[in-house]
């Protein structure tokens, strides 16, 4: 008798859940003790942090709402919407008023529902009108014009009327909903039918999925801050935010901003020591190049040990990578799968070491989280044998309600292989899998959606679109290379006869969809003359995708984008031109538009993980400029001038006009004293942290409190010493420092941060000239070592400054009988002032030289150009 054949049926964990309310759960955390914790941090910017604690953050959402509440039923009797639900919209950006109004929300029994800002304004009107929410709270800068005559209101209005409220917990009698498990969270995605649709998730589906994180990866005991970076409109954003906060543990929240730029998120992560975190492939790729421009890159993101990779598909080249960078054992890649229908992740799969990722073709999706049942069935809906392809279908606690209006309702459908009622529901995915040794693989979908940056859009909303403007004839939106780091979405378009002798018609279709799609919907619209057909007279979409690879093959012998170089000065054209070549050799679109110095990287084309890959290219040929500064950029012009002036390296001789206007500038210089203590820490940190030369390449692996505790060391040495001094403008306000010590009697100190680097190339430098070359003894060489200016002054105050300061410490080493002043300038405008000022070039060395007692070469990212310059001045009563 032979054997029965194994279905392809997974099934997780079964855990009895009851139901709990999150907010509730929340609320028995603060009572049980931990008010007084650290609930949110927000990080508004490097140098500007909010925190609130727990009884902060439960009582001012007490209040918010109760001030809700009081909104909604003023003057009427408000009712659930079609659905039985209460939606409130959401229209914020990131931050610690953003988490207080979510659980609020919560609070008065309402679900909340994100709406982006950004969002065009008819996506918006079709959300507001198909969920009818209760009230519309939104930022105060946010533009209103799309909310029509829906309830809308600021989160400054509310916080300002909720302090007439009491900031005791809502009575569950008093609330919008009195359901068990009303709906917690409406999310929007792409819609088949090219319409966006809501997904309806209750309290008891979202609490099975974070039950299950705190079950398989529980937080570990040093695990005291979560990140919290994924825009709201995106499923991942719960378990970021609830996941923390429902375990007592710190919330970060960071901007938009620091999200795009891998070099602050990753400084934001070593900063607060983040464990874990969760992003799509291509943010990973982001990172992990990041780090490979870092010679430091080992040291970094090391108490990062769980990373988890979402929204995309995960290759095994990218997993490969990540374990170049960081140790098998210690760190561990998820691969987690799933969408907003089924609470974001359904499956779950861990790669561990890159030994297991050589015998695999795909990385799986995994194996099913609790309460969860996992089927591939066939067209017949049976189950198809192991090892099989069938479509996936997904039974159990992580299904969501259903989508807002009971709009497609074939996608959640009874489940005739269910004996057990909380198994009764069916959501078909759409997805195609197989099982191999007991996980799931993907293999593909069955229609037009696929996931950019992790959203899901179907193509038939974005051909939808199109068709809908009066230039467009026909119109067909593909996926180059779906699923890949490098996929791009490209719509063949055929325009109308009158619409073809636009030139730049291209660019304005793009320009016109933002107006109704989301940013990343938008596809390259590329247009074509006739539509290939094949012989069943079908269109020949593979013969489309060929087309747009032999025109935008990224090869610089295929690269034919268009330039322009006007207005670009004679000394930057040979800066420029390399700029404008490497830009168009990494976008490669020859169908877009002309890059000229007002283009702007982004809009053509480029994004974060492109972004490193220019910088990347431009630092091999020799030029020097942050991710921050490229990113932060607002056209191609910024960006030219920032390389001009690292290539450069040069400024110009201090012009004695400038000194002539500055000396009505009145400055004092003041011996260093105990009350000048916060001032110093805080000049010496900007000019440093912000400007040093040597200090730009260690980062992000030393932080602005680094200077505060190397200060902190040698402060009372310094006041001691009586050899330093502070500046002081006409107003009394700090505006200089100079930092002097004798050179053969400095105080020894330990210093424990990552800019040990700094002062051991400065003693590489130093030492041999002080011992060898310079007068023996003390009270003979004054060594002047730390010099800064205020952050505010403008360029001219700054020269006029420094050179004040420079002439200060020739007066001190003067009036204290030193036999001259020695100092490294490795800033071109002190050595110039040195030239200026007569010292002696001892030394000229050239940084990226520098190797660090490890073997490592911290500074050989910099430019041959950059040096560091030993100076000497003798001085006597008189020079």
Not at 285 to 308: C, D, E, N, P, T
Not at 431 to 457: A, M, P, W, Y
Not at 500 to 506: A, E, H, L, V
Request: aromatic share 8%; hydrophobic share 40%; proline share 4%.
């Amino acid at each position: 008798m032979g054997s029965l054949p194994q279905l392809s049926i997974l099934k997780g964990s079964q855990k009895t859940r009851d139901v709990q309310l999150l907010h509730k759960i929340f609320e028995e955390k603060v009572d049980q003790g931990c008010g007084n914790k650290t609930a949110i941090i927000f990080n508004v910017d490097h140098s500007n942090e909010r925190r609130i604690n727990y009884n902060t953050l439960n009582s001012s959402a007490n209040r918010l709402s109760a001030t809700i509440l009081h909104r909604v039923r003023e003057g009427q009797e408000p009712c659930a919407n079609q659905d039985g639900d209460w939606p409130v919209v959401v229209c914020m950006a990131p931050s610690d008023n953003l988490v207080i109004t979510l659980l609020a929300i919560w609070k008065c029994g309402a679900a909340y529902l994100p709406i982006d800002p950004s969002f065009p304004h008819n996506r918006i009107q079709h959300i507001l009108e198909e969920t009818k929410p209760v009230l519309i709270i939104h930022d105060s800068d946010v533009a209103t014009e799309a909310f029509g005559s829906s309830p809308a209101v600021s989160f400054d209005v509310l916080k300002r009327q909720s302090t007439e409220f009491s900031n005791a917990n809502i009575r569950d009698d008093a609330t919008l909903s009195d359901e068990a498990d009303p709906t917690a969270i409406i999310l929007y995605t792409s819609g088949s039918t090219g319409i966006p649709k809501g997904v309806r998730l209750p309290h008891s589906v979202i609490a099975n999925r974070l039950f299950w994180q705190w079950d398989e990866f529980p937080y570990s005991p040093s695990e005291s801050v979560g990140v919290f970076k994924t825009a709201l409109t995106f499923v991942d954003h719960i378990s970021e935010i609830w996941g923390p906060l429902l375990n007592e543990m710190s919330l970060l929240c960071i901007t938009k901003e620091s999200t795009k730029n891998p070099e602050k998120l990753v400084q934001l992560l070593e900063e607060h020591k983040i464990e874990r975190l969760v992003l799509v492939p291509t943010l990973l790729k982001s990172i992990l190049m990041y780090l490979g421009l870092q010679k430091a890159s080992k040291k970094l993101l090391q108490r990062l040990r769980i990373w988890v990779c979402s929204g995309e598909t995960l290759s095994v080249s990218l997993a490969q990578e990540f374990f170049d960078h960081f140790e098998e054992g210690s760190h561990i890649l998820c691969n987690f799968y799933g969408s907003t229908e089924i609470m974001g992740d359904v499956t779950y799969f861990i790669c561990d070491s890159k030994k297991a990722l050589q015998t695999m073709e795909k990385i799986p999706i995994g194996y099913p989280v609790d309460n969860t049942v996992l089927y591939l069935l066939d067209t017949d809906f049976r189950p198809v044998t192991l090892g099989q392809i069938g479509e996936l279908f997904v039974s159990g606690m992580n299904l969501a309600r259903g989508y807002v209006n009971n709009r497609d309702a074939h996608r959640f459908i009874e489940n005739p292989l269910a004996v057990d009622p909380k198994y009764s529901r069916l959501f078909r995915t759409g997805d195609f899998g197989r099982i191999e040794k007991s996980s799931l693989i993907f293999e593909g979908r069955t229609d037009s959606q696929i996931k950019i940056r992790g959203h899901r859009v179907d193509l038939t909303e974005i051909e939808r679109n199109l068709l809908s403007l009066p230039e467009v004839d026909k119109s067909f939106v593909l996926c180059h290379r779906p699923g890949e780091i490098d996929q791009a979405v490209v719509a063949f378009t055929l325009l109308t006869s009158e619409a073809k002798s636009q030139k730049t018609i291209g660019m304005h279709l793009e320009s016109k969809l933002l107006a109704l799609l989301p940013s990343y919907m938008v596809p390259q619209v590329v247009i074509i003359d006739a539509v290939p057909l094949l012989v069943n007279g079908k269109v020949d979409r593979q013969s489309l995708i060929k087309q747009y690879e032999n025109t935008n093959n990224n090869d610089d012998s295929n690269v034919t984008v268009d330039y322009d170089y006007t207005g670009v000065p004679d000394d930057q054209l040979k800066v420029a031109t390399d700029l404008f070549l490497t830009i168009g050799s990494v976008i490669g679109r020859s169908t877009r538009t002309v890059l000229t110095l007002s283009s702007n990287f982004y809009e053509l084309g480029g994004n974060s993980l492109n972004s490193i890959f220019t910088v990347t290219q431009l630092r091999e040929k020799g030029y020097n400029i942050s991710i921050t500064d490229f990113i932060a950029s607002k056209d191609l012009g910024e960006i030219l001038q920032i390389l001009h002036e690292g290539v450069t390296k040069e400024i110009s001789k201090i012009n004695p006009k400038i000194i002539e206007e500055g000396q009505q500038w009145k400055l004092s210089a003041i011996p260093l004293n105990d009350t000048h203590k916060q001032d110093v820490i805080e000049i010496i940190t900007s000019s440093f942290y912000e400007k040093a030369d040597l200090e730009q390449w260690l980062k992000p692996n030393i932080l602005r409190t680094d200077y505060a505790d190397i200060l902190e060391l040698i402060w009372d040495a310094l006041v001691e010493k009586d050899l330093s001094f502070v500046v002081v403008n006409e107003q009394k306000q700090a505006v200089g420092v100079a930092l002097n010590f004798d050179a053969r009697d400095e105080p020894e100190v330990a210093v424990e941060n990552l800019l040990i680097i700094v002062f051991e190339f400065l003693e590489f430098v130093e030492g041999p000239i002080r011992e060898n070359k310079l007068p023996p003894g003390k009270n003979v060489i004054l060594h002047s070592f730390m010099m800064g200016t205020h952050e505010e002054l403008n360029a001219q105050e700054n020269i006029v400054l420094i050179q004040f300061m420079e002439e200060e410490v020739i007066k001190v080493a003067k009036r204290k009988k030193f036999t001259g002043v020695f100092t490294t300038n490795t800033s071109p405008l002190t050595q110039q002032l040195g030239a200026v000022m007569g010292y002696q070039e001892l030394l000229d060395y050239q940084v990226n030289q520098y190797a660090y007692t490890d073997g490592s070469l911290p500074f050989a990212k910099a430019p041959n150009t950059q040096r560091a310059i030993v100076h000497w001045k003798p001085v006597n009563a008189d020079n």
